[in-house]
């Protein structure tokens, strides 16, 4: 019986593609190459709001039900996308502060992240003037 | 400076007014980039309630039921410079007999006039929402409340005075590497539709009214790294006036409230559990002969259970309780005109909420009730006809934008 099941698992490691791990990019001009987990969390929730070099930070997402956004969620930032929902909502209905834009697909993303200074964003593979950033 | 800023009882309408003008101005002329326009951010919610007995937002306990709680909501931020915002939010809301109306919410000038990756500093300016416990901010929006409606301690007859202030905010916010502490202080003036205290306080509608006077509303908040874990400790300290009328039989009677809420949150996994318990302090005095000095202290608290069964599904449960006066839980010592069950209210409650996009959500809830003291007296107008023991299914259709 074990072996059976070892072989199953096998046959669904070799069977299942190797999910694409979801990255994080910033505009090329922003300065910076890495960051903690964190300080990530604390851009994605509006927290921080410059960069080091006082440019203002633009916050890009997918939406909440796009797999690669639940993704970067869970396993970037560590936050259920419920959680960040909450905290957005809390921003905007309250006139505290922002929610960060909402794009509707990856090329979107990318464009994005490339064109506007001081943009923050993620996707699976980056583009041209977009820089990947560690998360530690 | 508040005097300038604030917006006098019968010109809250017209001031909200200028200033969403302003912001007409003010937002085409710092568009710059297609992406850094304006946010506009909007909500609508329907409620429907059914009970066995009493009325809550209408006429609950008719046979079809009520469809008595109507919210919905625009707002729109702009930041015109780095350290610069401008909001603002107008809601319209009918809640039963109590309220029908079109408001602004909140119109504020956003200075954050210290910008450290660490440490942020400002000061907001205008209609500020009073920062009180985990919901009092956006106590109207269906999406940020744990429930259909929200737990006692916010409950609908302290709503006017809770709501927001006119006048200003300072607020810090503080990352460290055990998590992150805020700090709000609100003065300025709060809301001034009191008929229910009023009639709470009194136990009947006095010929004369009450007003607000200047008041502090403070919340020192942590959060730990993960956000799991939130802490929040909120303050109030309001003042009133009653202004007798011509020939009154109550003189010029002054009202304090000092609340003091205490807040918890813990997530586990797909578990939340939230806690929080407010003590009321209050004073009435100079009323006169006809009502003596009294001291009473109200005590409200709740805890909640929410499950997340997946990204769409939310099970929740909660025990809620309120004592008008917590050395009289029972009302032994009301006067024989006031039913005993107008002291207290213990809400067993059991909900269900789905969320199939972003955009919508739907919640269904039942609730039984032992005890009357959070119902309105607008849809109660019989005190006496109330029940003590009672229940009620309610529904919730929620949209966003």
């Given at each position: 019986m074990e072996r059976i099941s070892f072989f199953v698992l096998c046959f669904i490691c070799l069977a299942s593609p190797v999910s694409q791990g979801v990255e994080l990019f910033v505009n090329s001009?922003?300065?910076?190459?890495s960051l903690s987990a964190t300080e990530a969390r604390n851009i994605f929730t509006m927290r921080?709001?410059?960069?080091p070099d006082r440019q203002p930070i633009k916050v890009f997402v997918l939406n909440d039900d796009h797999p690669l956004h639940k993704q970067f969620s869970k396993?970037?930032?560590?936050?259920?996308p419920y959680k960040l929902r909450r905290i957005w909502d809390r921003n905007i209905y309250s006139g505290t502060g922002e929610a960060p834009t909402t794009l509707d697909s990856e090329e979107e993303m990318i464009k994005a992240i490339s064109t506007l200074a001081g943009s923050i964003g993620y996707a699976n593979k980056g583009g041209e003037n977009v820089r990947l950033i560690k998360v530690q | 400076m508040f005097d300038l800023l604030k917006f006098s009882k019968s010109t809250r309408l017209f001031e909200g007014f200028v200033v969403s003008l302003m912001f007409i101005a003010v937002a085409p002329a710092y568009s710059f980039e297609p992406l850094e326009k304006l946010q506009v951010h909007g909500f609508a919610s329907q409620g429907y309630f059914l009970s066995s007995e009493n009325n809550l937002y209408?006429?609950?306990?008719?046979?079809?039921?009520?469809?008595?709680l109507t919210e919905a909501g625009v707002n729109m931020s702009i930041r015109p410079t780095n350290s610069i915002r401008l909001a603002i939010q107008g809601i319209y809301r009918h809640a039963g007999a109590m309220d029908e109306s079109a408001q602004i919410d909140y119109a504020l000038l956003d200075w954050s006039f210290l910008n450290h990756e660490d440490l942020r500093m400002g000061l907001r300016l205008g209609r500020i929402k009073n920062p009180f416990g985990f919901y009092n901010e956006t106590r109207d929006v269906a999406f940020t409340r744990p429930s259909i409606t929200l737990p006692?301690?916010?409950?609908?007859?302290?709503r006017n005075m809770l709501l927001s202030a006119d006048g200003g905010q300072l607020y810090v916010d503080n990352t460290t590497p055990i998590g992150n502490f805020s700090f709000q202080l609100n003065v300025g003036e709060l809301g001034d539709e009191l008929e229910e205290i009023e009639i709470a306080i009194l136990s009947f509608d006095a010929p004369g009214h009450l007003e607000n006077k200047q008041s502090f509303i403070g919340k020192l908040g942590y959060e730990n790294t993960s956000g799991a874990t939130r802490l929040a400790f909120s303050y109030a300290d309001a003042d009133m006036e009653y202004k007798p009328t011509?020939?009154?039989?109550?003189?010029n009677g002054h009202l304090n409230f000092k609340l003091f809420l205490f807040s918890a949150q813990q997530t586990i996994g797909a578990i939340t559990l939230t806690g929080e318990y407010l003590r009321q302090e209050n004073i009435f005095e100079d009323f006169g002969p006809f009502y003596p000095k009294a001291t009473p202290t109200s005590e409200s608290y709740y805890i909640q259970g929410d499950y997340h069964?997946?990204?769409?599904f939310k099970a929740y449960t909660r025990y809620d309780a309120l004592f008008s006066n917590k050395d009289d839980r029972n009302g032994?010592?009301?006067?024989?005109?006031?039913?005993?069950?107008?002291?207290f209210t213990k809400d067993y409650m059991i909900g269900l909420q789905w969320n199939p996009s972003t955009q919508w959500m739907l919640q269904a809830e039942y609730h039984r009730i032992n005890g009357?003291?959070?119902?309105s007296f607008a849809d109660n107008?019989?005190?006496?006809?109330?029940?003590?023991h009672w229940s009620v299914f309610t529904l919730q259709l929620s949209y966003r934008f």
């Amino acid at each position: 019986m074990e072996r059976i099941s070892f072989f199953v698992l096998c046959f669904i490691c070799l069977a299942s593609p190797v999910s694409q791990g979801v990255e994080l990019f910033v505009n090329s001009r922003v300065p910076i190459t890495s960051l903690s987990a964190t300080e990530a969390r604390n851009i994605f929730t509006m927290r921080t709001q410059q960069w080091p070099d006082r440019q203002p930070i633009k916050v890009f997402v997918l939406n909440d039900d796009h797999p690669l956004h639940k993704q970067f969620s869970k396993e970037t930032l560590r936050v259920f996308p419920y959680k960040l929902r909450r905290i957005w909502d809390r921003n905007i209905y309250s006139g505290t502060g922002e929610a960060p834009t909402t794009l509707d697909s990856e090329e979107e993303m990318i464009k994005a992240i490339s064109t506007l200074a001081g943009s923050i964003g993620y996707a699976n593979k980056g583009g041209e003037n977009v820089r990947l950033i560690k998360v530690q | 400076m508040f005097d300038l800023l604030k917006f006098s009882k019968s010109t809250r309408l017209f001031e909200g007014f200028v200033v969403s003008l302003m912001f007409i101005a003010v937002a085409p002329a710092y568009s710059f980039e297609p992406l850094e326009k304006l946010q506009v951010h909007g909500f609508a919610s329907q409620g429907y309630f059914l009970s066995s007995e009493n009325n809550l937002y209408g006429e609950s306990s008719k046979s079809h039921g009520t469809l008595g709680l109507t919210e919905a909501g625009v707002n729109m931020s702009i930041r015109p410079t780095n350290s610069i915002r401008l909001a603002i939010q107008g809601i319209y809301r009918h809640a039963g007999a109590m309220d029908e109306s079109a408001q602004i919410d909140y119109a504020l000038l956003d200075w954050s006039f210290l910008n450290h990756e660490d440490l942020r500093m400002g000061l907001r300016l205008g209609r500020i929402k009073n920062p009180f416990g985990f919901y009092n901010e956006t106590r109207d929006v269906a999406f940020t409340r744990p429930s259909i409606t929200l737990p006692s301690i916010y409950y609908e007859r302290s709503r006017n005075m809770l709501l927001s202030a006119d006048g200003g905010q300072l607020y810090v916010d503080n990352t460290t590497p055990i998590g992150n502490f805020s700090f709000q202080l609100n003065v300025g003036e709060l809301g001034d539709e009191l008929e229910e205290i009023e009639i709470a306080i009194l136990s009947f509608d006095a010929p004369g009214h009450l007003e607000n006077k200047q008041s502090f509303i403070g919340k020192l908040g942590y959060e730990n790294t993960s956000g799991a874990t939130r802490l929040a400790f909120s303050y109030a300290d309001a003042d009133m006036e009653y202004k007798p009328t011509s020939g009154d039989f109550l003189d010029n009677g002054h009202l304090n409230f000092k609340l003091f809420l205490f807040s918890a949150q813990q997530t586990i996994g797909a578990i939340t559990l939230t806690g929080e318990y407010l003590r009321q302090e209050n004073i009435f005095e100079d009323f006169g002969p006809f009502y003596p000095k009294a001291t009473p202290t109200s005590e409200s608290y709740y805890i909640q259970g929410d499950y997340h069964l997946n990204d769409h599904f939310k099970a929740y449960t909660r025990y809620d309780a309120l004592f008008s006066n917590k050395d009289d839980r029972n009302g032994k010592y009301y006067p024989p005109n006031i039913p005993r069950s107008t002291a207290f209210t213990k809400d067993y409650m059991i909900g269900l909420q789905w969320n199939p996009s972003t955009q919508w959500m739907l919640q269904a809830e039942y609730h039984r009730i032992n005890g009357t003291a959070l119902l309105s007296f607008a849809d109660n107008p019989d005190r006496l006809a109330v029940k003590q023991h009672w229940s009620v299914f309610t529904l919730q259709l929620s949209y966003r934008f």
